[in-house]
Each structure stands twice: as structure tokens, then as C-alpha cells.
């Protein structure tokens, strides 16, 4: 941890990052570990993950909400699939919809949860980021290693996969 809080110059961004790191490093790990089945590689993935909320700390509200965890949760598996792509020797897989992820019960609050459980990882995750969570494509592309034109294709076919889903079409379980 003393070397994530050296890499940060404001004692209110370090108290902000040590709430964050404490509440979400474990289930960051357990994020990982399901993706990469090697704790050696979750924990390189769960590091990462916190390089990446550092350099996105100004981002960051209060980190005891949805909006955080969400983010966090997102970075880590994120980072696993990056660790498990290169593991893999796999090149580019910018536009596969079917990566791994984490598998997500449906919920039975509402209609759009429950179709938004339904979609893949790689879509949910995008749709979460950019329209719960406000980031922009450029920074999206910056944050999941992939080119802004990238993010707003895989944007078009998540919306359109989720109309799909509401719309009784898809069926993607």
C-alpha cells in the first residue's frame, strides 16, 4: 500500500485511496482470481487495477458507492483479461463480445437490470461505465486499452444487443 500512496501528492486523495484500497482490494482479488484461476497473475491484475484508479483518483467520488464499486470492479476484471490475453498470446480481441467475465445473476428489481445481467461482460461493463458512471469515450478507450473508435463501435452494439434483449429478441444467457 505505502507504495500506491507514495505515486499520490494530496493527503485528501491518499485518504480517499487507503477508503478505497481497504474496502475493495479483496473483492478486486476474488474479480480476478475467477477470471485468471492463479492468484499469482489476480494479484499483478488487482495491482494494476490500482495503478489505474490512481491515475483516475480526480474521478473518483465517494468510494463507499455503487458508482465506485462498479468501477473498481470493472478496472480489475478488466486488467484479469488483459493478463489472461497476453498469457494466452492472444493479439486483439478489441471487438470480442465474448471474453470472459464475471457471470451476474439477474436481478429482480427491474426489466432493464435484468437485461443488463443478460448481456455479455464486455458489453455490460461499457454501458456501465459510460452511462452510470460519465466517462467519455477517450477516456474509456484509455482506461480499457482500446482506441476511442473502438469504444464507440462496441457503444453502438452493446445499446443495440440491450434493445434486443428488452425487446424479447435476444437471449443472451
Known sequence: MLVYLQAIESGEDKSKFERIYYRYRKLMFHVAAQILHNDADAEDAVHQAFVSVIENLHKVGDPASPETRCYVVTIAERKA???????QKVVALDDDETAPGLEVPPPEVSELAAAMARLPARYREILLLRYRNGYSNAELGKMLNIKAGSVQRLLW???????????????FT
Do not use: F
Not at 452494439?157 to 437471449?171: C, V, W
Open 81 to 87: 483479461l488483459d493478463i489472461l490475453r497476453s498469457r
Open 157 to 171: 452494439r452493446a445499446k443495440e444487443a440491450l434493445r434486443e434483449n428488452l425487446s424479447g429478441k435476444g437471449d
